[in-house]
């Protein structure tokens, strides 16, 4: 006989683990079914380990621009400490205080692989063996998260590359790689592991101006940071095939260039992981993202009972995205008026090279796409706060503004540490603050936020 619940959760990562952090403090009993390690994708294999490898050197190299103490920095970047940093922001790849955080919130947990198996129904593959069955009195989410895609590439089936989740996790250091793809996994892998001691190669289709959601003066900074460090960034380019011999993985590109590499690591964007769901026992296609309203219910199930939250829907494939999802779905279970219209307006990211790259909204092109009419304003990070950092620091902004309402739709800036000035784009983005509202938000000097000023400024407030 099944067991009932009111919440199924599939999938006990960030956006699982959010929902049952509404539902079951709530009132509604609530399980969580995950197959893997409870915290998902983030804790484990991209977000907080990748960014343990990352910030060594990101912290070395802010050390070093300060003149008064550059000539006391003698030492590198330590590749064991790194690596066990790395290891430690993992928790050892052990879910024990995940497990834990469900404990607290009176939440339940299978291990195992669960499939629908009709409305509300759920079948459970439990990891010790057997199955159990169970079904829901109020709802069932999905939040089976993606994986990497791996491209349609000649040969690339016999040349063994890593995915996202294997370079995140190398314990030892690769004597050279080649990443495939210029996005936010390829450029931040390719900054940390070049700083712990590998020849690295990006190949990236886009050229340094039609990147989709980076600004051309964004890329080309990074271009330029990278060249520095000696990262080979290749835009403008695609593999047409690769082979592995005896002296590694040799990539063929379009151009007829080859290029061998101890590793090919693949980079080129993820897809939501619907194919094992049982989804067509509700009348849904499997391997594709599930279309949503801002409820997170999905379309074409009647009732209203099956949720979609974070990458599985693909409407915002990042973390805190499907956090912010995850929250108003479990409130909408909960009976409240919720709707997730933040996906539409500003999502906000960063992009952990050094210099980062953090952008909210719409880039100049996407704006022009939809037909706003706007005005651009591009500046240089011409603060003191910036001076205060050091000399040789790269960096700029750039802010799109919406003409007919004089408010904000999109920013992107470059710098050290420009992840931390986001927020206040985003909010000024969400809130729809007037322009001539903004030039009363004095910030403090000398801090980075100054470059506020000095767009209003060049905006001609």
């Not at 079914?33 to 912290?59: F, H, N, T």
């Not at 651009?376 to 700029?396: H, K």
Request: proline share 4%; with cysteine; glycine share 12%.
């Amino acid at each position: 006989m099944a067991i009932e619940y009111d919440v199924i959760i599939i999938g006990g990562g960030a956006g699982g683990e959010n929902v049952a952090g509404r539902t079951s403090p709530g009132g509604l009993t609530t399980v969580i079914i995950e197959s893997e390690l409870v915290g998902g994708e983030c804790s484990y294999w991209a977000c907080m380990p990748s960014k343990g490898l990352l910030r060594p050197a990101e912290a070395l190299a802010a050390a070093r621009a300060v003149p008064a103490i550059s000539d006391a920095i003698t030492g590198t970047v330590d590749v064991g400490k790194t690596l066990r940093s790395r290891n430690a922001f993992a928790n050892g790849w052990n879910d024990y205080w995940q497990v834990k955080w469900v404990e607290s919130v009176n939440a339940n947990l299978v291990r195992g692989h669960a499939r629908l198996t009709g409305p509300r129904a759920v079948s459970v593959d439990l990891a010790e063996g057997g199955t159990l069955d169970l079904v829901a009195r109020k709802a069932v989410v999905l939040a089976t998260g993606s994986s990497s895609i791996v491209p349609a590439i000649d040969g690339i089936a016999d040349v063994s590359p890593l995915g996202s989740r294997d370079i995140v996790v190398r314990q030892d250091v690769p004597e050279s790689l080649v990443i495939l793809g210029g996005g936010a996994v390829g450029l931040e892998m390719a900054e940390a592991w070049n700083s712990l001691g590998a020849q690295v190669t990006v190949v990236t289709h886009s050229t340094l101006d039609d990147s989709r959601r980076v600004e051309p003066f964004a890329m080309h900074i990074i271009d330029e940071a990278f060249q520095a460090k000696g990262i080979n960034l290749k835009a403008g380019c695609a593999i047409v095939s690769v082979a592995r011999d005896a002296s590694g993985v040799t990539v063929v590109l379009d151009n007829g260039e080859r290029i061998t590499a101890a590793e090919l690591v693949l980079a080129v964007g993820r897809q939501p992981n619907t194919a094992d769901l049982g989804l067509e026992a509700v009348g849904l296609k499997p391997s594709a993202a599930l279309g949503v309203n801002d409820a997170l219910q999905v379309f074409g199930v009647d009732g209203g009972w099956l949720y979609a939250v974070g990458d599985v829907n693909g409407r915002a494939m990042m973390t805190h995205q499907g956090k912010y999802q995850a929250r108003q779905a479990g409130d909408h279970i909960l009976g409240k008026g919720t709707s997730a219209w933040a996906d539409h307006v500003a999502v906000p990211g960063v992009i952990f090279t050094d210099p980062q790259i953090a952008t909210v909204g719409l880039t100049e092109s996407a704006a022009v796409a939809k037909g706003l009419s706007i005005r651009a304003i591009e500046l240089g990070l011409n603060v003191g706060g910036v001076s205060l950092r050091g000399r040789g620091i790269r960096g700029g902004a750039k802010w799109i503004v919406d003409e007919d309402r004089h408010v904000l739709v999109g920013v992107t800036l470059v710098g050290p540490e420009a992840g931390e000035l986001l927020h206040a784009a985003t909010i000024a983005i969400v809130g729809q603050v007037p322009l001539e509202t903004l030039w009363h938000a004095v910030p403090a000097y000398p801090t980075m936020s100054e470059i506020w000023l000095r767009f209003l400024e060049a905006y001609g407030l």
